[in-house]
């Protein structure tokens, strides 16, 4: 009995010199921002280190300045004025990412094309249009970030130029809560807004993260591919979810900047990698306009970005291509 009562103190002993330390747990936090688009955060951690109100905060204030269906928002009321704007730091610095990626991309991605998004029935109101050459064209004189010029954090535009960065805002939201997460010491987490996705560390197995890519031949099928990310970000972009038909034609929501018409090309899915998901967002925005060859041209040319791209060939044979620095990242399912 005395042994046992001397090992229950020693154990006690130890115990109190020698605590156990607390096992990593996964820990979410999930809701809907930019209106109706859900999010998912994902972290691995002993405690809680995030709150959820804490996160719908900073998206709340993410869209005040972002929003374009937010009256009050900062680009609302750029998009109102003219001649020169003070403007936030935040919108500089998106405008300015946006201009680099209009110039490499010679003009595919553009944010200004809003109105004529508009006009083909893809914006707030979502009404089914089939809009006449001289409605284009009135819009079309406007388009061009070009038009748009930027000098520290003063913008000048003309009364009719509107900016809309939908193309690029979920990435760069998605960018925004990554630097929220490491000022909080974490780690190793996942960070998902509407399909936009970049990961830092490892899962809760200490494996990479694992992503899905859609399948875009059928909406309702599984995955086409994985890939496993090591502190990347991930976008895909593909027509197969936004669209409407008009008789006979089928109406996408990729507008070409260039005609101000919806974009025919040979593009099926766009899925671009980078170490920052506005660039990975933007970048795959704009292949979906340009079509296969430019795409794999460009994405060769610019180091910052790895791509997944599915597409018809000459003889309309679906095809899939993987730059050389994602292929060990990425399982073809099928």
């Known amino acids: ?36 688009i859900p999010y998912n955060i994902k972290y691995i951690s002993n405690e809680v280190l995030l709150d959820k109100n804490e996160m719908d905060s900073i998206l709340v204030g993410f869209n005040n300045i972002f929003s374009t269906y937010i009256p009050s928002s900062e680009i609302s009321v750029i998009n109102r004025s003219s001649g020169k704007i003070e403007i936030s730091d935040s919108f500089a610095f998106l405008l300015e990412a946006s201009k680099r990626v209009f110039e490499l991309t010679d003009g595919y991605f553009d944010p200004t094309i809003g109105p004529l998004v508009n006009l083909w029935g893809f914006g707030p109101d979502k009404l089914i249009n089939n809009p006449k050459q001289s409605e284009v064209n009135s819009l079309l004189k406007n388009v061009g970030l070009n038009k748009i010029v930027l000098e520290n954090n003063v913008l000048i535009k003309s009364k009719g130029a509107y900016i809309d960065f939908s193309s690029i805002a979920k990435g760069y939201a998605v960018d925004i809560l990554n630097d929220h997460l490491i000022n909080k010491k974490i780690s190793n987490f996942f960070i998902e807004i509407g399909g936009e996705v970049r990961v830092k560390g490892k899962n809760i197995k200490n494996f990479d993260w694992v992503v899905g890519i859609e399948n875009p031949f059928e909406i309702d099928s599984n995955i086409i591919a994985t890939a496993s990310l090591d502190n990347l970000s991930i976008a895909t972009s ?97």
């Open 238 to 334: 593909g027509n197969y979810r936004n669209f409407y038909e008009i008789g006979d034609s089928i109406i996408f929501h990729t507008i070409d900047p260039n005609t101000g018409y919806p974009a025919y090309t040979n593009m099926l899915s766009a899925s671009v990698f980078s170490k920052t998901c506005f660039l990975a967002d933007a970048f795959a925005t704009s292949f979906m306009v340009m079509g296969f060859d430019k795409s794999k041209q460009l994405s060769s040319s610019v180091d910052e970005i790895e791509v997944m791209l599915i597409y018809y060939d000459e003889n309309g044979n679906i095809r899939k291509y993987l730059s050389d620095g994602i292929k060990e990242k990425i399982n073809l399912i099928n």
């Open 1 to 36: 009995m005395r042994r046992i009562v001397m090992l229950l103190v020693f154990v006690l002993i130890i115990i109190f010199l020698f605590p156990i330390k607390e096992r990593n747990r996964e820990f979410s936090i999930s809701g809907f921002t930019m209106g109706n």
